[in-house]
């Protein structure tokens, strides 16, 4: 009985200290610190633990969701999907596995360029830096259900400036923790993206061959239980 009631407590603690270590206000207030900032940002986010990893998922998971609602709420004007061909839950299973390639993608190669940067850090620059596609994509939905056929310039800009936006945090919070020069930094994305491709022809062939596999050993079990 006691050991429940300890064992209770201290899991209590742990979520109770997990909020209080990710969740707290300053790490908010830094994340908006990051966005008009991300020079200086993005440097204490690697030498000081500035940054918040759980911020960083639920910013993207965040972005997901308004990508979603975007592609199913903005004006036909701008806007040539079939709302029933929207699936919330299927675009953001992609959209946190591409977050997850990127974030291993560039931990692979910065580890064969002598980044700085850890596997954590890599996961809060492209977090933070969804959060300009956040702010463009909800204002960009609602202006467009109120624009001209001749008026779409507006919507594409709000949507050209979030996604420069976005860019150019990533371009400096790559930079910054992994302590690399411009180009260099230009390098390891391009970099990064091949090693995300090569990432995905892996797992699809791994996903092939354990298929084959599979349909090997039961075809021989049905031979099996016909014989």
Known sequence: ?????????????????????NFTKEKWKYLWYTLSHPMDGFYWVRRKEKGSVPIAILLVIIFSFCFSMNRYLASFVVNTNNPLSVNAL????????????????????????????????????????????IIAYIPATIISQAIAADEEAFYFMILAIGIAWA????????????????????????????????IIFLLLLMTNLISQVYSFFRSIYTELIFR
């Open 1 to 21: 009985m006691a050991d429940e009631l300890f064992g209770n407590q201290e899991q209590t603690w742990t979520e109770e200290s997990f909020w209080k270590k």
């Open 90 to 133: 299927t675009e953001l299973s992609g959209v946190l596995l591409l977050y997850a390639l990127l974030c291993v993608g560039n931990w692979s190669v910065t580890c064969l360029m002598n980044g700085e940067g850890r596997l954590k850090d890599i996961a809060i620059v492209i977090g933070y830096a969804t959060l300009p596609l």
């Open 167 to 198: 860019v150019i945090m990533m371009l400096i919070g790559i930079m910054q923790v992994h302590n690399y020069t411009l180009g260099k930094t230009l390098i390891t994305l391009v970099l990064t993206l091949i090693a995300v491709f090569i």
